[in-house]
């Protein structure tokens, strides 16, 4: 079957480092992409991976693994404004169209 | 870059009636995409257009669905005889045309069936 498996909830607090896991099932694979998306408000991208390893962007780092259908969001010195869901999302087509998992709410305590 | 705009911000309406929703991507992006997202879920695709040719359409995109984007611009994306299961928040995205670029969303267009 095809499907993308997120944690529903995280919770941390402010400096800390925090993983969002992503393992995904699907039928064709041209990368992993993460998305950040306050209340109300519209997805953002965050980053994107189509081969294997690590990209750091700033405080966000995105992590994947091919073989194991396996990727990562790494938050590092948390802020409360990060306080939102996140979503990984693969791209299965050549057309860009992406497939989303259901998020992952990120609360962040002082 | 005004980034991608969306029309109205939120529509509520009566179980039975159309709506049509409006969405005018950044402008030097060829791809427009459709998607439809409910509380506590991620956006679901619904469908794509490479300029004005709509390339692909979800299952979830019934034949009550129509989108159109006439002159590789704006889109429209029209729900005919609404139904209490298409309230949702509708969300479009643009990219470039370049492998592998990020979709850009608008703040998306919410929609209540009374």
């Known amino acids: 079957g095809q499907s993308l498996e997120q944690p529903s909830e995280v919770t941390a607090v402010e400096g800390a480092i925090v993983q969002i896991n992503c393992t995904y099932q699907?039928?064709?694979?041209?990368?992993l992409s993460w998305y950040q998306q306050h209340d109300g408000g519209a997805p953002t991208f965050l980053s994107y991976?189509?081969?294997?390893g690590l990209e750091e962007t700033g405080r966000f780092s995105s992590f994947l693994s091919r073989s194991d259908s396996y990727g990562y969001l790494l938050l590092q010195e948390l802020q409360m404004k990060d306080s939102a869901s996140y979503f990984c999302?693969?791209?299965?087509?050549?057309?860009?169209?992406?497939?989303f998992g259901a998020g992952t709410r990120l609360t962040v305590k002082p | 870059d005004t980034g991608v705009s969306q029309n109205p911000r939120h529509k509520i309406t009566k179980r039975g009636q159309n709506v049509t929703f409006r969405c005018d991507p950044i402008?030097?992006?060829?791809?427009l995409y459709w998607y439809r997202q409910t509380l506590g879920q991620g956006p679901e695709f619904l469908t794509y257009?490479?300029?004005?040719?709509?390339?692909?359409k979800s299952r979830l995109l019934s034949d009550r669905f129509s989108a159109e984007r006439p002159k590789g611009s704006f889109s429209t994306l029209e729900i005919q005889r609404t139904e209490q299961g298409d309230s949702a928040m509708y969300l479009c995205a643009s990219s470039s045309d370049s492998r592998d670029q990020p979709q850009h969303f608008g703040d998306g267009t919410r929609l209540s069936i009374l």
């Open positions: 257009f490479q300029n004005e040719a709509q390339l692909e």
């Open positions: 402008s030097e992006h060829n791809r």
């Open positions: 991976n189509a081969l294997d």
């Open positions: 699907t039928s064709g694979f041209y990368g």
């Open positions: 999302a693969v791209r299965e087509g050549g057309n860009n169209d992406m497939r």
